[in-house]
């Protein structure tokens, strides 16, 4: 896991190397989201499965509000077996 600076984020939007997960609610999502970004709500209970249909080969930036969902988020990844995850 490793943690990014938004300009670092933008970086890596700007070359698509990645795929952007939100993992906040389908509301703030609604309300203003990342081009692109796929939304799976960390407080769903389905939220694992949910993950589990991810590609585990593919990198992932993980989205919230203020790091906290996305740092839970990107540890419950990890547990899965995603090889690499950016938050």
């Known amino acids: 896991m490793k943690n990014i600076s938004p300009k670092e984020a933008r970086e890596l ?6 795929i952007i997960l939100d993992v906040r609610t ?5 309300q203003n989201h990342l081009e692109g970004a796929i939304n799976i709500d ?8 949910e993950l589990k ?9 993980i989205h919230c509000h203020s790091g906290g969902r996305s740092e839970n988020a990107g540890e419950i990844m990890e547990e899965l ?6 938050r």
């Open 13 to 18: 939007i700007k070359n698509k190397e990645f």
């Open 26 to 30: 389908p509301e703030e999502y609604q």
């Open 42 to 49: 960390i407080y769903m209970k389905t939220f694992e499965e």
């Open 53 to 61: 249909k991810l590609d585990k080969n593919k990198s992932y930036l």
């Open 81 to 86: 077996g995603f090889k690499y995850t950016q």
